[in-house]
């Protein structure tokens, strides 16, 4: 290794020089006092552990702060105002400061103020809106004949992006029909109407014989008749009014759901029985149909029979809960019975209420 001792050698910092006497040790397992001859550092100062000044943190910390505040300055700009600022600092500590925490002044603007904002970042002005920047260029080009000639082109910053913008909504628009986006409201309205007749034709409600349909600017349910269209306020009756929003919210869940739509998976009807079966003729408090006669009894059979096979047809991921005192013998609505409160046993138990 004394063969090969440099004569002039780039100049070197000590912590520099410290580290590349600890990396020569590390590689070819020599003492401390061969490779500092060698190299030419004094043992003192390889052995010397720098120590800094106490402030050094809160200095640089205003440095930084600067930096941020005046991005355009450099070292020497910043050192003067640490020292305006009361910091007894030389530009050769700055400087040391600032490479170690990778600070660096952005380059020079060009002298296009109107393409660069004028806060000293490096940020390039961005059009906004049209004619609001432009940008200019010489193309040199050559005829036929070889003769040469120059043109200047300028353009609008944001052309391209309106003429791509423009593309792209023609294309959409003749991808997509206008009549077709105008029918297909009416062709999901017919159909689900047609769900509702046949729901209504189910329950054998007033009108159900005839066709019945969703009029979505009155939001109503109204019944086309061979004499005029009736809606449902002209119908009368709480069976009507209870059957037909049920038969409504049975066929939108039905068609929503068959479509994939974004719709919540379940419903919820409180006292559907209420028209035929109020809780005050539920004497006995079991929910039988037997006080009921044989017309109040069939409805609310084909109520909650109708219920039952839309959530059945509807299938997985969605639940229909029904609020009602009525309970019907039959092997298909005990089945579907998740919780029974009746007598004592409570949704609220009394006792919560002291």
């Known amino acids: 290794m004394d063969q090969f001792r440099p ?5 070197l910092s000590p912590a520099r020089r410290r580290a590349c006497i600890d990396h020569v040790r ?5 003492s401390e006092r061969r490779a500092c001859r060698v190299l030419g550092q004094h043992r003192s100062t390889q052995r010397h552990v720098p120590r800094g000044c106490a402030d050094e943190d809160r200095s640089v910390a205003d440095m930084i702060e600067l930096a941020r505040q005046y991005g355009c300055y450099g070292y020497r700009r910043i050192a003067v105002l640490l020292r305006d600022a009361g910091w007894s600092v030389s530009d050769g500590r700055v400087e040391r400061l600032w490479r170690r925490e990778g600070l660096k002044a952005p380059a020079k603007q060009p002298k296009k103020g109107r393409l660069w904002l004028n806060d000293g970042s490096c940020v390039r002005l961005r059009p906004e809106y049209q004619n609001h920047v432009w940008s200019y260029d010489f193309v040199h080009c050559r005829t036929d004949d070889g003769k040469a000639f120059r043109t200047l082109n300028i353009i609008d910053d944001l052309s391209e992006r309106i003429d791509t913008a423009r593309l792209s909504v ?9 009549d077709e986006v105008g029918q297909r409201p009416d062709t999901f309205l017919n159909l689900i109407s047609r769900q509702m007749s046949e729901y209504a034709r189910h329950l054998d409600l007033e009108h159900g014989s005839d066709s ?3 009029d979505l600017k009155k939001l109503t349910v109204v019944a086309d008749t061979p004499t005029r269209p009736i809606s449902l306020n002209q119908m009368g009756s ?4 209870v059957n037909y929003h049920v038969l409504t919210h049975l066929s939108l869940h039905h068609w929503y759901r068959n479509q994939k739509r ?8 409180d006292q559907p029985s209420q028209a035929h079966y109020p809780p005050d003729r539920d004497q006995n408090e079991d929910g039988s149909l037997e006080p009921l006669g044989d017309a109040d009894c069939r409805a609310v059979h084909d109520l909650f029979k109708l219920v039952h096979s ?13 609020l009602d005192h009525a309970r019907i013998a039959e092997p ?13 046993r409570r949704l609220v138990p009394l006792g919560w209420a002291d």
Request: with cysteine; net charge negative; glycine share 6%.
């Open 170 to 178: 023609k294309a959409l628009e003749d991808a997509v029909n206008p």
């Open 7 to 11: 004569e002039r050698a780039e100049p």
């Open 262 to 269: 974004p719709v919540p998976g379940f419903m919820i009807f």
């Open 26 to 30: 590390s590689q070819f397992k020599v």
């Open 212 to 214: 019945v349909r969703l």
């Open 238 to 241: 709480a069976e009507n009014w």
């Open 310 to 322: 839309v959530a059945q047809d509807i299938g997985d991921g969605f639940q229909c809960i029904v």
């Open 332 to 344: 298909w609505f005990n089945e579907s019975i998740v919780e029974e409160w009746r007598g004592d």
